[in-house]
Every structure is written in structure tokens, then in C-alpha cells.
């Protein structure tokens, strides 16, 4: 079998008594999309962290592209080709698309102090840009300023950023938070269209989108996974409907 390309081992993380991460084990696979569901409070913001880099974990292991990467801060993770996108979306609004996506290009290239410079003038670099959009479905957006994108189209640009950065996994973290239900369907047709490209582990509330995006879930309850499998599986499962999904997994 491959070897995955994000495996978390015993992973604990703790706020004085209270235990948010509670010796979680996953793995995701090459191409794979593996979702994280569980109510609120169920410790998945936590976990988020602890891949990201943004917290250390209290212990266990957090293995990336066959290194262990525990210690590694966010930015050295991300140059290692870990891609995350936010709950809320992080994008620059008196920018374009396109000159958002181009500016994420300049910057994994290393040249952070061109910052300033008109990225429309270089050719090559909007090129790419356009690309990076075109994946995403932006391409006929990509001279619009980003503040005035729809909710739906800014989670895509954020996408379309991360992508630039040319990952080996997109850390996906709510990305339908607050999108109606066109613009729901039209992230997980693009997000189906990427699948395979790129693995992703997909942390998201919006259960249709889930069954309909993973190859497997897993269920996050008060910091304890407590059962992974094929969409089909956990849907049957009677121990996550109790747990968890309720009359959702019957939907």
C-alpha cells in the first residue's frame, strides 16, 4: 500500500484538565479526500492546528510526506507542501483575483519583498495565475477586485491560492462555512473535479458535502476519533448516529 501522506500518531493536546485532542491516529492517503466531522466542541479547530503547525501538540506525531514534521513551525510546513484554507476566508480585497493568486506565486518563489511590485506587468507570472483561476473556475473573474466577489467565488479564489502554492495536501478547513446552497454544490463540483490531483483532508459541518466528496470520514467526539470509514459505513454505522450524525446519516 502507498504510504500515506499525512499520518497522525497518538496525537494529544490538552488546556489544563480538559483533554481537546485525545490520542487521535488518522492518515491520509495519496489523492484522497478524508473528511473530519463532529459537533462543535468536538476538538477539530484543535486538530487543524497541530497539522497546520499553528499549535504543538502536548505529544504524539504528526508525519508529512515521510518526515516527521511535529516540530516544524506553519511556514516550513507550508514550503513542504502543506496548504491550508480558513474558516474564514484570507484573501486580499483591494486586490484582483488574479493578483491575489499571482502574489501567492511570487511569494513560494521566495521573492517576499516584490510584494509591492505591480504583478500585473509580468506576464509569465499572471499566465499562471490565470490558470491557477481557470482550475477553479474564476477565470472569467480573475480581473475582479476581490472584495467584491460573492461569499461562494472568495472560498474558490482562496482555493485557487492554495493551489498556486502547488501542495501535496490541501488542509481544508470548513471551506462551505457560510455559502447557500448554489454556491455549496458548486465548491463540491470543483473539489470533485480536483479530487485525485491533490489529497485533502476536508474538515466540514455540511454533511451532504461530505458524503458526497470523501473516500473516507472520520468522527471526531470530545477529542477521540470514534470511528473512520467509507461514507457508506459511517452512514450505517449505529454507534455514529448515536454519537454524532443522528437522522443527518439517513439523509
Do not use: W
Not at 82 to 105: C, D, H, K, M
Not at 151 to 170: D, F, N, Q, S, Y
Not at 221 to 237: F, H, K
Amino acid at each position: 500500500m502507498t504510504e500515506p501522506i499525512l499520518q497522525l500518531d497518538d496525537l494529544t493536546k490538552a488546556y489544563g484538565a480538559l483533554k481537546v485532542t485525545d490520542h487521535v491516529s488518522l492518515d491520509v492517503r495519496p489523492g484522497e479526500i478524508h473528511a473530519v466531522i463532529g459537533p462543535n466542541g468536538a476538538g477539530k479547530t484543535t486538530l487543524i492546528g497541530q497539522i497546520s503547525g499553528a499549535l504543538r501538540p502536548d505529544g504524539g506525531h504528526v508525519r508529512f510526506d515521510g518526515r516527521d514534521v511535529t516540530a516544524l513551525p506553519m511556514h516550513a510546513r507550508a514550503r513542504a507542501g502543506l496548504a491550508r484554507s480558513f474558516q474564514i476566508t484570507e484573501i486580499l480585497p483591494a486586490f484582483t483575483a488574479r493578483e491575489n493568486v499571482a502574489l501567492a506565486l511570487q511569494a513560494r518563489a521566495g521573492h517576499s519583498f516584490r510584494f509591492l511590485r505591480n504583478v500585473s506587468r509580468d506576464r509569465d507570472l499572471n499566465e499562471r495565475a490565470g490558470q491557477c483561476l481557470a482550475e477553479l473556475g474564476l477565470a472569467e473573474r480573475a480581473d475582479i477586485t476581490a472584495g467584491i466577489l460573492s461569499h461562494g467565488e472568495k472560498r474558490a479564489l482562496e482555493l485557487a491560492i492554495a493551489i498556486a502554492c502547488k501542495p501535496k495536501l490541501l488542509l481544508l478547513d470548513e471551506p462551505m462555512a457560510g455559502t447557500g446552497r448554489e454556491e455549496t454544490d458548486r465548491l463540491v463540483e470543483v473539489l470533485q473535479a480536483m479530487k485525485g490531483r491533490y489529497a485533502m483532508l476536508l474538515v466540514e459541518h455540511d454533511m451532504s458535502a461530505v458524503f458526497a466528496l470523501a473516500d473516507r470520514i472520520s468522527v471526531l467526539v470530545y477529542g477521540q476519533i470514534v470511528a473512520t470509514g467509507t461514507p457508506e459505513e459511517i452512514r450505517s454505522s449505529a454507534r455514529v448516529r448515536e454519537a454524532y450524525l443522528g437522522e443527518e446519516a439517513a439523509t
